[in-house]
C-alpha cells in the first residue's frame, strides 16, 4: 500500500505530463486526518516533473512550517489550502492546476462559467445529472494571499462543485480523499476544454 504523499507524488508527475504544471508552478496538499490542524503541502520551487514523496512539507493553518521543516519554504499558495481546509473540514486532499484552458476561458467570461448538459458534470460530488446548469466561479488573481483568503471566505457558499477558478492563474479542486479530489480537478479540466472549443 502506498503512502498518501506517494500517491500525491505520483499524481503531481502525471498532472505535469499534461501541461497543468509549467515551470516549477502550482502546488498540492494533503492531510492525514480530517480535523488535523496540519497539513503536508508541497515545497516551493520544485520542476513537477520530478516532484518526489518527501518534497512535502508540514504547515500550520497559519502557513507556517511545524518545527520539523523550520527553514524549508512552502508553497506561496499555502495559505489557500489552508483557508480551504478551514472551510470544508472533510477536506484531505487539494489540487491545484495552472493549465491553458483555465486561463484562457477565464478571460471569455466574468464572474462565473457555467455547464449545462455535459455528462461528466456528474463527475463532480452532489451532481446526479448532467441536465443541472452548475456553476464554477472565477476569482480575481492577486499577489496577496491575505486579500485571496478573505475573498474564498466570502465565495464559501459558491463552491458547492468542489472546486474555483482563478483567471489568468489556473484552477484549484478538493475532496474527501485524492481519488474525489482528482475526479473534481479532471472534471473541472476536461469542461474548461470541451466550451472553450465549442465557442470558437
Ligand atoms: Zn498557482
Not at 449545462?116 to 464554477?136: R, V
Request: aromatic share 12%.
Amino acid at each position: 500500500m502506498k503512502t498518501m504523499n506517494q500517491q500525491l507524488a505520483e499524481t503531481i508527475r502525471a498532472y505535469h505530463q499534461k501541461g497543468w504544471s509549467p515551470a516549477t508552478s502550482t502546488n498540492y496538499s494533503f492531510r492525514t486526518e480530517a480535523d488535523a490542524k496540519t497539513i503536508f503541502v508541497s515545497r516551493s520551487g520544485i520542476d513537477k516533473s520530478q516532484f518526489q514523496p518527501e518534497d512535502f512539507m508540514c504547515v500550520d493553518f497559519e502557513g507556517n512550517p511545524t518545527a520539523e521543516f523550520e527553514g524549508i519554504k512552502p508553497s506561496a499558495e499555502t495559505l489557500i489550502h489552508c483557508v480551504l481546509y478551514d472551510l470544508f473540514p472533510d477536506t484531505q486532499v487539494i489540487l491545484h492546476s495552472h493549465s491553458v484552458y483555465s486561463v484562457v476561458m477565464s478571460q471569455k467570461f466574468e464572474d462565473e462559467i457555467t455547464f449545462e448538459g455535459y455528462e461528466i458534470q456528474k463527475g463532480f460530488a452532489g451532481q446526479t445529472t448532467h441536465e443541472n446548469k452548475i456553476s464554477i466561479p472565477i476569482l480575481p488573481n492577486t499577489q496577496d494571499m491575505q486579500e485571496f483568503a478573505t475573498w474564498m471566505r466570502a465565495s464559501k457558499d459558491r463552491f458547492g462543485n468542489h472546486c474555483f477558478v482563478i483567471r489568468n492563474h489556473g484552477t484549484y479542486a478538493w475532496g474527501k480523499n485524492l481519488f474525489e479530489a482528482k475526479r473534481h480537478l479532471e472534471t473541472l479540466e476536461y469542461l474548461l476544454e470541451v466550451r472553450h472549443g465549442s465557442i470558437q
